[in-house]
């Protein structure tokens, strides 16, 4: 039987949370809920045909472009509106500050922990930066084999000279989506509030995607917590393991 019977017309991306002022306030949204303030107060593009420019010679008129007067903009943009139409956003779900310099940082956090992982582990790739991890409470899932790209909302980020660094995630082997920053080494203060869009999650597949947000009680959301388990190997021999037992489902008995 082909696979492909099987498949939904939709990807069902399922978001979870036990912190009920997150769930009501800071949900998971389709990414074209989020679009940015100054795209929305763009003027509509519009193009119009000039008719004395007939009065001019056809030897002056190069294409066909010469004919129309346009008011154009990025709200026409195919590459912008076709970005904010496929993927879902991640937006702060904590008020978040920042005191930066040259040799550290201090920082404060109304919601959630802020971690750091040491230089050594990126060797000489971006000396210039401080690292800091944003630990997201949200939890995913989806019941099938998508991958998403993960990537900065920068559209919406002009006030911030912080980098995300992007990736891709499996959320059919991992549930967790920690955002990295990257923080320039020199002394100044930011802030980051609750409700600003960090990140885009897009499905790699030209499938809609289907959104629901879960509120768990505490102990349901440690329940789906998902860990890399008693390995050496990580997260690398958890997807080792699930492929082999995916395999076994299909091995009949041969003892019947």
Known sequence: MFSFFHRTSK?????????????????IVHSYKT???????????????????????????NSINDYIQKDNNMKNCYGFREFYKRGS??????????????????????????????????????????????????????????????????????????????GVLNFNLVNVAHINILIPKKSYEFEIPAGQPLVHIIPLSDRKLKITNHLLTEEEYVKMITVVGPSFYGWRRKFDLMTRNKKRENIKCPFH
Not at 11 to 27: A, G, K, M, S, T
Not at 36 to 53: E, Q
Not at 104 to 133: C, D, I, L, M, W
């Open 11 to 27: 990807i069902h991306l399922d978001c979870f949370i036990n912190n009920r002022y997150v769930y009501e306030n800071v949900p």
């Open 35 to 61: 679009y940015p303030d100054w795209w929305l107060d763009l003027p509509n593009s519009v193009r119009t045909f000039d008719y004395n420019i007939l009065d001019k010679q056809n030897t002056e008129l």
């Open 89 to 166: 956003t991640i937006e702060s779900w904590s008020d978040l500050r920042f005191k930066v310099g040259l040799v550290g940082y201090k920082f404060f956090s109304s919601n959630s922990p802020v971690t750091e992982h040491p230089e050594s582990q990126r060797g000489k790739g971006f000396n210039n930066f401080h690292h800091a991890k944003l630990a997201n409470p949200w939890l995913f899932r989806v019941k099938e084999d998508v991958k998403f790209l993960f990537m900065a909302a920068t559209w919406n980020m002009e006030n911030y000279d912080f980098v995300i660094p992007p």
